[in-house]
């Protein structure tokens, strides 16, 4: 296979030729044809098992970040196959095995609220707005595991910068796509769907914080959020929200999936905290995937050096 730089690569190049060139796929293009991404959508019976779905590619022109942890990374294999993603089940395997025909191809995020240039980026766009960095981070979920990985992506600020926020965008507020045909399972998972986060917004334009396309050298997997997430390492993984398609600036905080409904336990920062109990159990140590022995866990996940500042005179306990 021809290998294009990132520059040179369209989204379309990233879903396999035999895959997007299937009949079925072909079909559909054809039905989509002068009408909008979810105006198509609307027009189609389902087709189980049918869609073209996304298989990782590999991504070239990748340029190594030099922040990275230089600690052992988590094996694909654990960061594929445990994970949540209640879209698509609410057991760590439903995700790899109920999310392998979701359709990723198109996408776009629309970018909207209170800035002063409101636009709606396709993935092609997403994909070479930025030069994309490889950054291995610790990533830290509520219920006590964690593990290192090599994400692929570059800082949420370049392009939140395009939009120009206004002075009144005070939060982020993030949508995840929700489709409940290419996602039955999602209605049985006790939540509210669509998933929503929010990030304040120092934290959102923080350069740690990660618009992420990619993991280990390729696009990402549909069970980890394809085709585009946030990875905000020093917060619960709950945080991260997967499979973005909407983006608001926002002047009051915003709700968030888990803090709502009977789920009022979880707080809105979500800042990892091995001094404040989590829902259902003790926060203090942590177990990574493919390891034994449990590690204390560390204060904003071992980044407090670069994030600790922008909670400085705010109780942690009271806004965990
Ligand atoms: N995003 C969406 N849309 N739906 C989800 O269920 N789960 C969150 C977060 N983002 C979730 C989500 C939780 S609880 C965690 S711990 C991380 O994704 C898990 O990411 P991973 O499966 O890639 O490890």
Redesign the pocket.
Known sequence: MLVKRAPDLTYADVTPKSIYTNRRSFLRGLLATGGTVTGWKRLLPPLPGSGPGSVPVKLDGVVRWPYSTGEKQTSYND?TT??????FGTGKKD?SENAKNFQTSPWSVSVEGEVRKPRTFTMDEIMKLAPLEERVYR?R??DTWC?VVPWIGYSFSALAKLVEPTPKARYVAFQ?YYDPRQMPEGKYSGMVLP?VEGLRIDEAMHPLTLLCVGMYGETLPN???APV?MVVPWK???K????LVRIRFVEEQPPTTWSMGNLQEYGFYSNVNPNVDGPRSSQAQERRLGEYFRRPTLMFNGYGDQVASMYDGMDLRKYF
């Open positions: 960061v445990y994970n949540i993603f209640y879209e995700p990533f979920c509520v593990m995840s998933y069970q980890d959020g997430r619960y993984g709950f991260s929200i997967k499979s």
